[in-house]
């Protein structure tokens, strides 16, 4: 029986790898993947992991319909055996109800990959539609943390280190940006509700009234 499967986590906690991972196993047994991505850092029509690793990938367009592209694929004789589809955040939810009937209808399982909430733990609407499509739900295993240790389980939006929360909900970036730019770091509930990022946490620790009062 074919499936639906989200596989989601926050930001760098290795999704892409893993998407990469499924891709090379089921091709060394000579299998055939469709792998869809959108706005992937590495550029269009790319699926990148920060391991290094990169493929080749079908840039899925504003409005572009991922049942009809996999049917039309196969009209044409050639082959498609699962699909892989990476920054499933970005997909409209009509994609994500595509897809489902690419399982349904092709019998075809198919692998997607994203993060759930966004910047202002908000769902992205794609991530929401899989939650609620998914047969399964799969948590990343490796944790990416917080800076305080604890696991990371949101993502925060930095300007020069600082957190945001103003601004539209699509913009693409990276948690190792450089400092003055639009960035983001994973954080911990209790850090991201407290807007507290490593930068912020450091100058506070930094700042003179925490510093030890000498008695004398
Ligand atoms: N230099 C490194 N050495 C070992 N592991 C690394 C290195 N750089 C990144 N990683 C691993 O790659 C993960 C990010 O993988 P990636 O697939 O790009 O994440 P995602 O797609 O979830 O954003 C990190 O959590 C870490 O485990
Ligand atoms: C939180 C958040 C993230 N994004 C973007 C930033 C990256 O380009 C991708 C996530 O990619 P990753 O491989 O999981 O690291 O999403 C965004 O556009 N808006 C957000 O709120």
């Known amino acids: 029986m074919s499936e639906l499967v989200f596989f ?15 891709e090379h196993n089921r091709s060394a047994r000579g299998l055939v993947g469709m792998i869809f991505t959108r706005n992937d850092r590495a550029g269009q029509g790319k699926l990148s992991s920060r391991l290094g690793l990169v493929t080749d990938a079908v ?81 990343l295993q490796v944790e990416a943390l917080c800076w305080c240790g604890a696991r990371a389980t949101h993502n925060a939006r930095t300007v020069g280190g600082v957190m945001v929360v103003e601004g539209a909900q699509v913009v693409v970036g990276d948690v190792t940006g450089s400092t003055d730019e639009i960035g983001y770091e994973v954080l911990c509930r209790r850090h991201h509700r407290r807007r507290m990022t490593a930068a912020t946490a450091r100058a506070a620790a930094l700042a003179p009234d925490v510093l030890p009062v000498s008695s004398g």
């Not at 989601?8 to 499924?22: N, V, Y």
């Open 59 to 139: 840039e899925v367009e504003d409005g572009a319909d991922l049942y009809a592209h996999l049917v039309d694929h196969l009209s044409q004789g050639r082959r498609a055996d699962y699909v892989i589809a990476d920054e499933a955040q970005f997909l409209d939810p009509e994609q994500i109800d595509q897809l489902a009937r690419v399982v349904d209808d092709l019998d075809l399982d198919v692998y997607a990959f994203g993060i759930t909430t966004d910047f202002r733990s908000k769902l992205f609407p794609g991530s929401q539609r899989l939650v609620e499509l998914a047969d399964r739900v799969e948590v």
């Open 8 to 22: 989601c986590g926050t930001m760098d906690c290795g999704k892409s790898t893993l998407a990469l991972q499924i």
